[in-house]
Every structure is written in C-alpha cells, then in structure tokens.
C-alpha cells in the first residue's frame, strides 16, 4: 500500500511539475508572460517534483530532505520575485540558489 501511496505522489508531483511548465509556455506563447517567467515556473515545477522525490523516495535523515526542499523553494521564490519586480540582484542570488541546490540533491542520491 505505501509503495502505491509514493508512486501516485510521484505522478501527482511530475503532472503539477508540467503543468506549471505548460502554463508558462502558454503565457510565452500568447503574450502575456516572458521567458524569465517561464524560467521562474520551471525552477518551480523542479522544487515541488525533487521536493517530493527528496522527502518521500530517497532515503536518509529527514532533515536533510527538508533542507534540500527549503533550498529548493528558497530558490525559486527569490528568482520569481527577482524577475517580477525587475531586481536583478535577486534574480541571480536565486540562480546560484538553485544550482546549490541541485548540487546538493544530486549528492543525496549517491
């Protein structure tokens, strides 16, 4: 039964992961948002799927999982805030963010 509970999680994070992806290419394509945008929704389509994948598949100290998670939304919020209020210090501080994080989940799976 949990491994059930774990993969329908799984499809649940990856579908919010595209469909966040999906609205950002919808809102390129019509006008309505920028690239950066679209940048921002993929970095958080990244955080709500290797969040998920970090607390509930890997295993490991729960605090780690939930470090490498608020890593993860640190980074995302920090480039879409950056971008949506034109600060482009935060933007990049969210960037380096978000590499450090991918980094550190990459170490988590090894």
Do not use: K, W
């Not at 971008?83 to 501080?93: C, H, L, Q």
């Amino acid at each position: 039964m949990g491994d059930r509970l774990v993969r329908a999680g799984s499809v649940l994070s990856g579908f919010v992961g595209v469909a966040l992806v999906v609205f950002g290419g919808y809102r390129v394509r019509y006008g309505t948002g920028t690239v950066e945008e679209l940048l921002a929704l993929a970095m958080l389509a990244v955080t709500v799927v290797a969040s998920y994948r970090s607390l509930a598949v890997h295993t490991g100290p729960r605090v780690n999982a939930v470090g490498n998670s608020a890593l993860f939304l640190g980074a995302a919020a920090a480039y879409g805030g950056g971008v949506n209020f034109g600060i482009g210090a935060v933007a990049t501080a969210g960037q380096a963010l978000f590499l450090i994080a991918v980094a550190y989940f990459l170490l988590r799976l090894y």
